[in-house]
């Protein structure tokens, strides 16, 4: 025995209610999926509707670049100059950057003024490197590669957020 249902669905769509009537046939105990029709009172309004509720950093199409440390040596020790200016592109903590950072690098460190002091010295290519590794694990994200993302912490665990496509992944440091 075959019977033809039709069923009505409502729903919100940024905030536009939208009926799907759609068709299914039930046959011994399984629905099978025949059709679907949508009523829209206009395709180009809900259209524009859309791009208005688009946040204004995921409109821009800028590329986003890491910056290149700047390094002064005294004696064994080395400086970032321009740590201030890759806080501020990155958009992180700059006490969250510093302890991952100094960890990857293995060595002591700290802020002095608009600086970041480490023990030791290392070369540019290296600190890049891992300047290009933090990028990726915290401030890019995994779906859309863009760094419109914010960092939380549930438990011992964190996340990442982005606020450009609604992606969260958890972190897992490699």
Known sequence: ?????????????????????????????????????MDIYDYEKL????????????????????PKVELRYEGKNTFITNFSKIINVLNRNERHFL??????VGTMGEIRGQMLFMKGKYKPEVLNRLLEDYTKTYVLCKICNRPDTLLSKEGKKQYLTCTACGNRAEITES
């Open 1 to 37: 025995m075959i019977w033809r249902l039709g069923k009505t669905v409502e729903f919100l769509y940024f905030n536009t209610k939208i009926f799907f009537h759609y068709n299914t046939l039930y046959n011994q105990g399984k629905y099978k999926f025949t059709g679907m029709t």
């Open 47 to 66: 259209l524009e509707k859309a791009y208005d509720e688009v946040p204004e950093n995921v409109k821009r199409m800028d590329r986003f670049e890491i």
């Open 99 to 104: 302890g991952v950072f100094l960890k990857k």
